[in-house]
């Protein structure tokens, strides 16, 4: 079916951002791979084609649209350009609305510019060692000192986690007080304490930087505190999430659709006894059921990122979008790899790179079971 969601002023920004990486990221991105990280001069190239913050208001260098079309863009292209190490989404789609809707205009003054950019990167910590799934059992501590928080403990799984500026963590300030003594602050690179651990090695997406990260003692500003008020935190984390889910779904069905168009075309061109491999009834067949998943899938989240600019993105719809994409990105990319036979095991074939970089999908910004967990609750049983 024809997709009606962009204008053309979004079509116009997909050729800026399809420009941008064919120039400046698809040459190097094996290199970064082996490398583990991309470098940071990417990210200021990329701020300077406008590709972050778009609704930052323009007196902090941001475009000053809220309007999660634009969003939806870059990732596809960055899908669509096996650009799997640019942690750009989570800068964009995952940290933008807690810069912007929780920040007062001191630190909107102090961190947006840098945002836009892309000079200050930003990553979000919740994760710890001994607390994933379950957020309310993270045992990092912030306790107030005068004007500063002690922030103690230790995270793990951070995206952007080496290359990071602004870290948004998940600490309790009162941790006899359950979900209300969450808070989330802003550790700075540089802060006393702040230390980074491993770069973690990743079945995937290997030049994506995943790092753990370590608090000793660290002195934080009471001015880091975002939302002003302690003890918001897990509602924060909340309200949050389903656009993260929603940027994680859109990248599920552009993974899903890129795999199966190169596919399609390998599957015209392979002959086996004599005929292509597309001619047998079983390739048609397994192609007919993925291409209608597909794009079934992208109607719904086409329809998620209208309701999320509406302001009208339930999490319970998110969470429906964000379990089934991604399995569904899984699945399309096995199937798919299957059809290419031996060649689909091979590294230097699209569709195994795409492969062993989905499977995080279905298990980061909160895995299946949770979302699941989600969708069942609202029944009210
Ligand atoms: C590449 C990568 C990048 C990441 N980036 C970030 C990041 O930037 N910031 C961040 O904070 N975190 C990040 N994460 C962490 C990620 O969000 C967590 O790994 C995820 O939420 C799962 O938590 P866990 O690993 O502790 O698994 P656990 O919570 O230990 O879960 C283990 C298994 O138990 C299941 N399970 C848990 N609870 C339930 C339940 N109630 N009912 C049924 N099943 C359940 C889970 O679904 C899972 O299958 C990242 C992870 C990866 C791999």
Known sequence: ????????????????????????????????????????????????????????????????????????????????????????????DVMAPYLLGLTDDA????????????????????????????LQGVRTTAVREGDHYVVNGSKTFITNGINADLVVVVAKTDPDAGARGISLLVVERGMEGFTRGRNLEKIGMHAQDTAELFFDDVRVPAANLLGGQEGQGF???????????????????????????????????????????????????????????????????DRCVRALNAGELGVVDAAKAKWWTTELQNRVIDRCLQLHGGYGYMLEYPVARAWIDSRVQTIYGGTTEIMKEIIGRSFGF
Not at 57 to 80: H, K, L, M, Q, S
């Open 235 to 301: 509602y924060q984390l909340m309200a949050n999430l389903p656009q993260e889910r929603l940027s994680i779904a859109v990248a599920a069905v552009a993974a899903a659709e890129t795999v199966l168009r190169t596919t399609i075309e390998y599957c015209r061109n392979r002959t086996a006894f004599g005929r292509s491999v597309g001619s047998f009834q079983n390739t048609r067949f397994v192609l007919a059921e993925l291409d209608t998943e597909v794009d079934i899938a992208r109607h719904y989240v």
């Open 107 to 134: 630190q909107k003054a102090r961190w947006l510019p840098g945002f836009v950019s892309g000079e200050l990167i930003t990553a979000i910590a919740m994760t710890e060692p001994g607390a994933g799934s379950d």
């Open 1 to 92: 079916m024809q997709r009606d969601l962009f204008e053309e002023e979004h079509l116009l920004f997909r050729e800026t951002v399809r420009e941008f990486l064919t120039r400046e990221v698809v040459p190097h991105h094996a290199r970064w791979e082996k490398d583990g990280i991309v470098p940071r001069e990417v990210w200021k190239k990329a701020g300077e084609v406008g590709m972050f913050g778009f609704a930052v208001p323009e007196e902090y260098g941001g475009a000053g649209i809220t309007d999660f079309r634009y969003n939806a863009v870059i990732v596809e292209e960055i899908i669509a350009a096996g650009a799997s190490g640019l942690g750009f989404s989570l800068h964009n």
